[in-house]
């Protein structure tokens, strides 16, 4: 079942790199992290490259193959001829460390911007209640590996570094849907996602839904919800009529605006 | 300050981490000082730094890998907690009686007594930092079955509660503010004399950026390791690549000791096929489900299988196994859902008896037991994980399991209240422990364990650290030097081996000679083995540069899991038993006389091996031993009232 797979790796730093071919042996059922191993344990030792779990759960392995990003332990070699050739490179939107390793420190700075959930106190006897309806909406985002694909493929940061400082990307719309959506959360972050993360500037391109390891409807059920419910606040002539004269919309009850 | 400290908007370097992105500067030491360093960023390290901030520590938190990707990521089933959720008369005292029978009574007990009461309470804070569990009908935190545990007692997220944790733990962290130093790998702790007492103590630690290659040093009167297990050192293991044993090596280096090095737990459900996935985790949930087990004749072998200890609870005919799931008050449990070491063994004999599927492994079938919808909602990522890696419909066929390497039981010595080692100042917490899960691990009990004991062992550390006051332990200069000539030692080495063969061929050595079945002879063949890898890594070389430098970055992991597997290949010759985690083909039977004893494993004087003695087991108060009396009203699970 063996074959010489014609593997095109980029090799470089910050200053400049080139793509290098690496033909070598792999076997049935492997996926290109296997391919991007065997070349570091025999042909090029310090080919660097993330990776943790190797089964589609942490998320580092992120590279972009044959320019499609993706999770290389879960894109499997059977997917592509024999005879054909495939080139790994670097995720795009993230500066480059080494090889296939970038900085992906924008989207630790991003984390670090969003207020976080903010509880009532727990129930008379120390529990909590939520009904499994109310927690499936946030489960779905909260799938996420953080693989930051989503953040690599969306254009309003691709290719434009300009937008990233006002910009906090799919993965953090993510956050901020899950948190409004949560049944016990007394935070109101609609202004903040629009204003501070930069919701706006998204125009629904689903980009980000199409890389998603996890199968995540990051575009329908976080990004459309989200900005709906901004426009809510916003622009609904009843909730404004309502907060001039001090009636208090149902949505924000016992939330605070941040 | 915020996340990593040094530099923050220096020029040429990293806004997040600080050090130099240049792969030239090499000079230089970054210095940075801390009440707590904690060494891992998994569920322990992340509570445990947790623990430390909010009780007033200033904290690190140090870690090989991002944040968010440590191995906790991949626990799957759930967190075992006696909150009552869907049994109220579950409580401590029947978990902490049901960790104790499935680590064969070896557990230390007041580790199993602490995580026991304490684990719901550390549950419920999850929620209270935003995760969102799986509810039951009355909104309350669900609660799963699992092998071993009486009562249906995890607190579980679909299949992939280790990733609602530690995305918690780490949203929580970054909330706090506290400065993780990311992809930053610790080569050594510092011990040094106090200048009060003259008494040695932890005086802070060292290591290097993966990204640039550069040293940073750590002055800190505690380090607590939480830095994971070892299962690096099998060929087929659930474990990722950070899995070398660092905790377990750093803390032998500085004087402290390991027991229950021999109990390596192998899961009976790893992926067998394809070769790429062999290993990979199968969560025990799908048995808890209603998964069955079945050899190649298709038939449901594990009744075969059911010992004498746990007799007593568990059914002996399939309508009985099955009227379990619909009705517990009634029913036994299955026998596919025993400890973990039961079922593995039971796995491994059907295989070498020639009743294998064709792919070296036993079917696990919950496609012709369950509806797809069922499947699908409860067990999303293995079905997921079947389907894009193996190209397998488990809603439609069975899968194809084997035992893989899984989970160290043994680890450092500490004490049970605080998680001190016998180095003053050095702490340890999770798997890099020993002593919690005795022979054996209940599946469920690990997550439970980060979150007690990373949680005592910031507490306690943070309270040592504050009472030194001025007197702190200081690094010894020349002590960083030795650090740095060692790290940079595999540079240096003209013409000699590649560490990843040398790695490749100790997992294979160990998979051979040191698995789940044990023999006296292989095991001494395993000894003198791992003396030529040693010989071997003296001479290892690696090539390129210092930044990110994969190949560098094994040569110096490499060193400790030499260390920790010499220390599971002499402690599994010298236990003389089978008990839990350790089945040895020459000595089936389990000894009650080996029942009262440890193993504590040291490094030699001269630093180049491992000895080891033995240490009498701490006693069981007399209150807690009724819970273990043959009369014991917990022992039947017909006559308990409850509701499922």
Sequence with gaps: MGYTLKLRVWRGDKSGGEIKDYPVEVSEGEVVLDAIHRVQGTQAGDLAVRWNCKAGKCGSCSAEV???????????????????????TPMRTFPV????????????????????????????????????????????????????????????VRDHEENKQAFAGPRFFLRYAELDMHPLDTNDRRKLAQDAAGLGMCNITKCCTEVCPEGIKITDNAIIPMKERVADRKFDPLVWLGSKIGIRNKDDDGRVEL | MSTGTAGVGQEGRHPMTGNALDGDAEGGMERHTYDVVVIGAGGAGLRAAIAAHEAGARTAIVCKSLLGKAHTVMAEGGIAAAMGNRWPEDNWEVHFRDTMRGGKMLNNWRMAQLHAQEAPERVMELEDWGALFDRTEDGLISQRDFGGHKYARLAHVGDRTGLEMIRTLQQRAVQLGIDVFMECTITDVFVSASSTSGEKAIAGAFGYWRESGRFIVFDSPTVILATGGIGKSFKVTSNSWEYTGDGHALAMRAGASLINMEFIQFHPTGMVWPPSVKG?????????????????????????YIPEFFKAETADTVEEADAWYEDKKNNRRPPELLPRDEVARAINSEIKAGRGTPHGGI????????????????????????????????????????PTCHYVMGGVEVDADTQESAVTGLYAVGECS???????????????????????????????????GANRPKIVEADVKAAERSALAPFEVEGGENPYTIQSDLQQSMNDLVGIIREGSELEESLVAIEAFKERAKTMKVEGHRQYNPGWHLAIDLRNMLIVSESIAKAALARQESR???????????DPEWGTKNLVVNLTADGTGVELHEKPLPVMPEELTTYFAAAAPMANVQTEEGKN
């Design chain 1, 66 to 88: 044959n320019g499609k990003p993706r999770l290389m332990c879960m894109c499997r070699l059977s997917d592509f001829e024999e005879d054909e050739t495939i080139t790994v």
């Design chain 2, 434 to 468: 020993g002593g919690m899960h005795g022979s054996n691990r209940l599946g469920g009990n690990s997550l439970g364990d980060l979150l007690v004991f990373g949680k005592r062992a910031g507490d306690a550390a943070t309270a040592y650290a504050k009472g030194l």
């Design chain 2, 363 to 402: 079917y696990l079938d919950i496609a012709s037991r369950r509806t797809p919808e069922f499947i699908k909602k409860r067990l999303p990522s293995m079905y997921h994980q079947f389907k894009e890696l193996a190209d397998v419909d488990i809603t439609a066929e069975p899968m194809e399991i084997g």
């Design chain 2, 580 to 590: 839990g985690g350790h089945t040895r083909n020459d000595y089936p039977a389990t």
């Design chain 2, 280 to 304: 990979l985790l199968v969560t025990e949930s799908v048995r808890g489900d209603g998964g069955i087990l079945k050899n190649s004749e298709g038939k449901r072998f594990m009744f075969d």
């Design chain 1, 97 to 156: 460390i080494r090889d296939l390793v970038t900085d992906v420190s924008f989207n630790y700075e991003k984390a670090k911007e969003l207020p976080s959930f903010a509880p009532p106190p727990r129930d008379a006897d120390n529990k909590r209640r939520m009904a499994q309806v109310d927690v499936e909406r946030g489960q779905e985002f909260r799938k996420c590996i953080e693989c930051f694909l989503c953040q690599n493929t969306c254009h309003v």
